[in-house]
């Protein structure tokens, strides 16, 4: 599976003379990631009659540079409109949207646009070296393994609920409930679907995250003038000083990007994980190291840095396993997969000894689509967030009309769309009341994955919960867990208990 200097120089020179292509995928691929409901693996799909007419070579150029730039395109409305573009740019809103309050909607996309870009860069440079080692990864994590990964991403629950436990928990676990409707992984029998045929393949994400999001946000915009108020105006007219401000904050926060972005990948290594998963694990990890929690939430910048970039670190991770062993990783690498078969090549170990330039060609396509990615979009920050001058009379029915046609693009259900006006109505009272949304969110994405592993898992197991601990690596994830409640907690006390020689240190001075 060894590749060799000259074929190097030739896939560079390939990438290079498949520009024309890349460029304008690129553009496309923007527009569509930051349209609600508008996927990358959907419009691949609608597109696949044109990509088997193409080259091959083309083809993949194509299909990897929409997928790569779909996914930076989803943080641009996640931060200016709190309108995630999918499911992995809803923890883009948390940091992204509070920034965008607080007149620096600018430095928040050009924090988006440098982790996407560079996150999606290093991770497709390094399995393209590492490809060999990287394949047998997605083998070793089984539905044990996964069982502890999707904790990893529900323990964010717990910690958004730290401001009010009894609220955040009520959200999360309420969440829970929406994410078990649906067919029942073992029998297919319906439950809590009210005789809706729509619902027996569970709660439709992107209905959900529109209207939680994006529909319950421009009900509260409604009572303002703008989305930015007027005492920030000021700051959030667009200028190029905040470019270059966006540019020192990433400079200052250049691990998070590399750490995160080599996160996603080896979690998009795994078949089904994909860019959700990867976005909220990489946000509750990046949470639980940082030192100073309090601030997630608030418009701090690492917390827009570590779910794009992890978001971004999945592409490449999502193409390992459909090049190395044949298995696609994701909707996406399906598409690709369809394209590949009907041209007759044979993915697997001997694609990389017989066609050595086509295995790892895409990688080489998507490290220029990044490469071009960075140098188009950054520019484009200071125009783009002007969108937040615009008067909310003008912004909403726009924002409404655009959200409900991707509610209905989805799955071209009339249903959706009015689900969707169900869940802004959800959304907006939970706002309103000081539930947490995003808790309830997370449940939703977050519950029938976990389910699913964790009924597979049990089901290898005769019922034995043991076999929860029966790897040695699911036990040093379950170990990972233990600590990312315990130290968030241990660090309060001891923040608490600083606080309190301090001022028993000021008292016996007086």
């Known amino acids: 599976m060894g590749w060799d200097g000259a074929l190097f120089v030739e896939l560079i020179g390939n990438s290079f003379q498949l520009l024309w292509v890349i460029v304008p995928a690129v553009l496309f691929g923007i527009v569509i990631g930051a349209l609600p409901g508008f996927s990358a693996s ?43 573009g999918d499911g992995g740019s809803v923890p883009t809103t948390f940091d992204g949207y509070p920034m965008t309050l607080q007149g620096k909607g600018q430095q928040a996309l050009v924090l988006c646009f440098v982790a996407s870009t560079i996150g999606g860069l290093i991770t497709s440079l390094a399995t393209v070296a590492l490809l060999p080692y990287l394949a ?50 073992i029998y297919s029998t319906p439950r809590g679907t009210f005789g809706f045929l729509e619902l027996y393949d569970g709660v439709p994400i992107v209905a959900a995250l529109i209207g939680l999001f994006a529909i319950a946000e421009t009900f509260s915009m409604v009572e303002r003038e703008a989305i930015v108020p007027k005492s920030e105006t000021d700051i959030a007219r667009p200028r190029w000083a905040d470019t270059i401000d966006g540019l020192r904050i990433n400079l200052k926060y250049w691990w998070q990007t590399i750490w995160t972005a080599f996160l996603g990948m080896l979690i998009g290594i795994v078949p089904g994980a994909g860019a959700t998963i990867a976005s909220f694990v990489a946000y509750q990890q990046s949470r639980m190291f940082s030192k100073t929690p309090h601030l997630y939430g608030t418009g701090h910048p690492p917390g827009i840095i570590a779910p794009e970039s992890a978001n971004n670190g999945v592409t490449s991770g999502t193409l390992v396993p459909l090049m190395a062993i044949g298995v696609p990783g994701g909707a996406t690498s399906a598409v690709m997969m369809v394209v590949l078969q009907y041209q007759g090549i044979v993915l697997g170990p001997r694609l990389f000894i017989e066609t050595p330039a086509l295995a790892y060609g895409v990688f080489f396509y998507m490290t220029m689509s990044y490469a071009v990615m960075l140098l188009m979009i950054l520019p484009l920050a200071r125009y783009m967030s002007k969108v937040v001058n615009m008067p909310t009379r003008i912004i909403v029915p726009l924002i409404i009309t655009l959200t409900i046609i991707g509610a209905f693009a989805n799955r071209e259900y009339i249903f959706d769309m009015w689900l969707a006006l169900i869940f802004a109505v959800l959304g907006y009272l939970a706002l309103r009341t000081g539930y947490h949304v995003t808790g309830l969110l997370i449940g939703i994405l977050l519950g029938p994955l976990f389910e699913q592993y964790l ?18 690596l699911a036990n040093i994830l379950w170990v990972l867990v233990v600590l990312s409640l315990l130290l968030p907690w241990l660090r309060t006390r001891q923040t608490q208990r600083a606080l309190e020689r301090a001022g028993d240190t000021a008292r016996s001075g007086l």
Do not use: W
């Open 42 to 84: 959907n419009t691949l799909i609608i597109l696949l009659p044109l990509t088997l007419t193409m080259d091959l070579d083309v083809a993949l150029a194509f299909m990897a540079s929409v997928y790569a730039s779909s996914h930076l395109g989803g943080g641009i409305p996640a931060i200016l409109v709190n309108m995630p």
């Open 136 to 185: 047998p990864l997605g083998l070793y994590l089984r539905s044990v393994e996964m069982v502890v990964v999707m904790v990893f991403g529900l323990v964010l629950i717990a910690a958004i609920a730290s401001d009010d436990l009894l609220k955040g928990l009520i959200g999360g676990f309420f969440g829970l409930m929406l994410g078990l409707i649906g067919a029942d992984h």
């Open 455 to 472: 009924l597979r898992s049990l089901r290898l197991g005769q019922g034995d919960l043991t076999i929860l601990f029966s790897s040695t």
